[in-house]
């Protein structure tokens, strides 16, 4: 696949099997391309479900494994799964010549980040987090440059600011085209939720949402028009229990075009997985964000902090998003839509709609032997 301009040369991009680590890979990837570079995706046997829309010349797929600790054995083997890797990386970066190699975390990056080094190639990571992930840190001291999202990144290291420079993060061309002009709900006209949360986050809204919906007022609920993420395997009874309060919702398992769907909404409830959090900003929407307690180095919690603190939406921890408390934040946020109006243009002040743009430089100076400055990221 090549770009409209004359040919750069081939950048590989190295991103986990997860639209989290994927969605920024796409960002860059789709601003290459227009910049006259090729690209190809190096990934593990998840992302390779992304293959058709990811706009790659090729997709490489890798052996990866999850560091871990635990038994001895299990240890070996995940030592081994990552040699094997490397040797095959290694390989494929002799073959292919990228200019430049571009990690965006999850443990797929570690392998052709490390041939990179071995190769001599210029590497680059993006963490689209507050906190950097455990990947990108046992990468962080091999790299040439680390790019940040956020100003202030928890573990980064004081030894690795210094080559850290604040890109944002970067949202694909369907979000920056969705993000319109925020228009308020009346206090008494229709009212639009967006719930999503990612295939280990959904379940709690399946079991939270519904009893939610069920306790608003009748008026309320009225206007209410309700598009709802669940998992496959929860469906079937979300779907019964909104019938029995003969209320009618949109559920799928996957939504293809989420970035219209969040422009659409008056309120976004979701987790706070660093692209939601970046998307929701890009395009100016309010959102109640939903940490998943259980996010490796509390990352979700850091970045739903980060937006609540700059009143672009709320932050709810999960013990206390219960049907009661949800009822009554819709039933606030219904009746006072000055509320949402005001978080998301709160909102939009935090969003980088360049961010892929900037990245896109970073990279380009990288494959061209200019030096890259480190600013605008430190340790938080």
């Given amino acids: 696949m090549t770009g409209s301009k004359d040919d750069k040369g081939l950048i590989l991009l190295a991103a986990g099997g997860t639209g989290g680590h994927l969605f920024p890979a796409q960002a860059l990837a789709e601003v290459l391309l227009e910049r006259g570079y090729r690209v190809d995706l190096v990934t593990d046997e998840r992302g390779d479900r992304y293959g058709s829309r990811f706009p790659a010349g090729k997709t490489h797929i890798v052996p990866a494994a999850t560091v871990r600790g635990g038994n001895p054995l299990s ?18 970066i002799g073959r292919l010549k990228p ?16 041939a990179a080094g071995l190769r001599r190639v210029k590497t680059v990571i993006h963490d689209q987090n507050a906190v950097m992930g455990r990947a990108n840190r046992l990468l962080a001291g091999r790299v040439d440059v680390i790019a940040t999202s956020f100003p202030k990144v928890h573990m980064l290291g004081e030894a690795n600011a210094a ?9 694909r061309a369907a979000v920056k085209e969705a993000a319109t002009p925020y228009v308020a709900p009346s206090e008494d006209g229709p009212f639009n939720l967006l719930v999503f949360g990612g295939s280990q986050g959904a379940r709690i809204f399946s079991d939270v949402v519904p009893g939610a919906i069920a306790r ?11 598009v709802q993420q669940c998992r496959e395997e929860d469906l079937d009874r979300v779907r019964s229990a909104y019938q029995a309060i003969g209320f009618e919702a949109e559920l799928a398992p996957f939504f293809p075009d989420l970035p219209k769907r969040i422009a659409d909404a008056h309120l976004v409830v979701s987790r ?4 939601t959090v970046a998307e929701l900003a ?9 940490p998943l307690p259980h996010a490796i180095d509390n990352d979700q919690l850091l970045n739903a902090t ?11 921890p999960q013990p206390a998003f219960t049907p009661h408390r949800l009822a009554e934040e819709l039933t606030q946020r219904m009746r006072e839509p000055r509320m949402l109006a005001d978080a998301a243009a709160a909102a939009s002040t935090v969003g980088n709609p360049m961010a892929a743009e900037t990245l896109a430089d970073v990279v380009a100076a990288l494959a061209d032997g200019r030096p890259v400055e480190a600013k605008g990221a430190s340790v938080a």
């Fill in 99 to 114: 200019r430049v190699v571009v990690g965006f975390g999850g443990y797929p990056t570690l392998t052709p980040v490390i």
């Fill in 216 to 226: 608003l007022d009748e008026t309320l609920r009225a206007r209410l028009t309700l």
């Fill in 163 to 171: 080559k850290a420079v604040q890109t944002g993060a970067p949202v």
């Fill in 75 to 92: 240890y070996l083997k995940t030592m081994w799964v990552l040699g094997l890797g490397v040797i095959r990386a290694f390989f494929l």
């Fill in 282 to 290: 890009v395009i100016g929407r309010p959102g109640m964000l939903i």
């Fill in 306 to 316: 980060a937006l609540a603190q700059a009143k672009g939406g709320w932050l709810l």
């Fill in 272 to 275: 706070s997985g660093a692209s």
